[in-house]
């Protein structure tokens, strides 16, 4: 069968600039989520290509969060005029950011944004719930009994607030859950491969955070999480993370492609 066609791509007109943030979104909340998942790839002195790296990324998780369908070309132009830099500083940039699979490159036709078809899902979700879950078996022994009881009261904190949609706040708290136990891991590589994938989704976990009941069923996944890993029960809690990261990646399907996980077929 033919696999679903362009799903969340950002929205940029072409040969336009990025939209900059704003429209009822948190911006601050972009930053965090960069410092999340990349701030140890800085160097101790930012050049002029990790300032347009960071910018032209934090611009593509504002606009995946507005959910335009279809690709569109990135004006180097533009951006550089945008930004205030020079159009290199921007194309080198961009290179980057098309190895961490967040835009495409075509060698004639330039940069386009990433459109993300049912298949990318899948691949994003299943590395993503096998690596974790990896990550938090290297992490349990390294992880504070008390940071965890911590963790659970934030979590009880962002349920009692459920009727007003904290979707930032709770992103932000998703973001720190999900970094302490891939950061514990202490595996270096681990780490910036997952922040690598965890960028791809960063594109439409936003818009997916604000469908009914996605943050509610987040945070009951959260709690069997920590509670397993609280009690020592660390094979239960890694196979909670994966059962976790497979509930999202089905309400991905369902609210941002219109696709349901097919149901499961026991072995003849």
């Given at each position: ?7 969340v791509a950002v929205a940029m007109a072409v040969q336009a600039p990025l939209a ?55 004006s180097d132009a533009a951006l550089a005029a945008q930004l205030g830099v020079s ?50 078996r290297l992490a349990a022994p390294a992880l504070d009994p008390a940071e965890l ?120």
């Amino acid at each position: 069968m033919r696999e679903c066609g362009v799903a969340v791509a950002v929205a940029m007109a072409v040969q336009a600039p990025l939209a900059a943030p704003g429209e009822g979104l948190d911006v601050a909340l972009y930053d965090e989520m960069f410092d999340l998942l990349l701030e140890r790839d800085r160097g101790a002195v930012p050049t002029a290509v990790d300032h347009a790296y960071e910018k032209i990324w934090k611009l593509l998780m504002v606009n995946g969060a507005r959910g335009a369908r279809g690709e569109q070309r990135l004006s180097d132009a533009a951006l550089a005029a945008q930004l205030g830099v020079s159009r290199t500083p921007v194309r080198q940039a961009l290179d980057r950011l098309a190895g961490d699979g967040l835009v495409r490159v075509d060698p004639r036709r330039g940069f386009w944004t990433r459109a993300f078809t049912v298949g990318d899902i899948h691949e994003i979700y299943d590395l993503r719930g096998a690596l974790e879950s990896l990550a938090l078996r290297l992490a349990a022994p390294a992880l504070d009994p008390a940071e965890l009881r911590a963790e659970l009261e934030l979590l009880h904190e962002v349920r009692t607030l459920l009727a007003e949609r904290p979707i930032a706040l709770f992103l932000r708290r998703d973001l720190r859950l999900h970094n302490l136990l891939i950061h514990a891991s202490g595996n270096r590589r681990l780490i910036r491969f997952l922040a690598t994938l965890r960028g791809q989704h960063g594109l439409f976990q936003v818009r997916d955070s604000s469908y009914p009941r996605r943050i509610s069923i987040a945070l009951d996944d959260h709690e069997l999480i920590l509670r397993a890993l609280i009690s020592g029960r660390v094979d239960e809690a890694a196979h909670l993370l994966e059962a976790h990261i497979a509930h999202a990646k089905a309400g991905v399907l369902a609210d941002l492609f219109g696709a349901a996980e097919a149901p499961a077929t026991a072995a003849g």
